[in-house]
C-alpha cells in the first residue's frame, strides 16, 4: 500500500464583538495561513485538509475537512458580534473532526483556538471539554492562544495542556505574530 499522510489543520476563532478592532488583520492572517498551508502541502506532497470554525455565542463552521487548496478567503464570512462561547465552540469542532474517516493513511489533527477574550457563554462546562481533551488519542495536537495569564489559566482548567497554552497581544501587530505562531 502506498503511503499516504493527511494533515488535518482546524482553526476555530473567536469572532465576538471584542475581536471588531482586529478583524481586518485576522481576515488577512487566517487567508494568509492556508496560503502556508497549500505551498507546504503541495512542498511535502502530503494531503492537508481544513476546517475553519468561528465563534461567539453560537458556532458556525465555515469550512469543514476541505482540501486546503480549494479555500477561498474568509472575508465575506468573518462577522463580530455577541459574546465569547469558547468551550462549546471548542467541543463542537473536536466532536465535528473526530467523525473524520481514518481508516487508511497516517492522519494528524492539529487544532488552534485563537480568542481575545474568556469565556463567557457556553452552556458546556470546563470538565466536559478537559475531558473531551484528555480522551482524544495521540495523534491529536490541541492548542489555544489567549490575551492574558488569566485566560491561561482559565485554558489549562479547560483542558489546554500547558505547553499548548500561548498568550498573545490583542492588538493588530499581535494579531500577524498569532500568524506566525501558528
Known sequence: ???????????????????????????????SQVQH???????????TRTSIYLFSDRTECLVYDTDVLRLPSIAAHYKTDGQTALIDATLKAIEDLEKTSTLYGDHSFLFFTVSDGEENASRNSAQTLA?????????WTVGILV??????????KFGFSSNNVQIWSTTNDGVREVGEVL
Not at 475531558?131 to 495523534?139: F, H, V
Not at 490575551?147 to 489549562?156: F, I, R
Open 1 to 31: 500500500m502506498i503511503r499516504n499522510y493527511i494533515n488535518h489543520v482546524v482553526y476555530c476563532v473567536d469572532r465576538s464583538g471584542s475581536m471588531r478592532p482586529l478583524a481586518a488583520e485576522v481576515i488577512k492572517v487566517l487567508d
Open 37 to 47: 498551508l497549500a505551498k507546504r502541502s503541495r512542498e511535502l506532497n502530503q494531503e
Open 131 to 139: 475531558a473531551k481533551i484528555k480522551g482524544l488519542p495521540e495523534n
Open 147 to 156: 490575551p492574558n495569564q488569566n485566560a491561561s489559566h482559565e485554558a489549562k
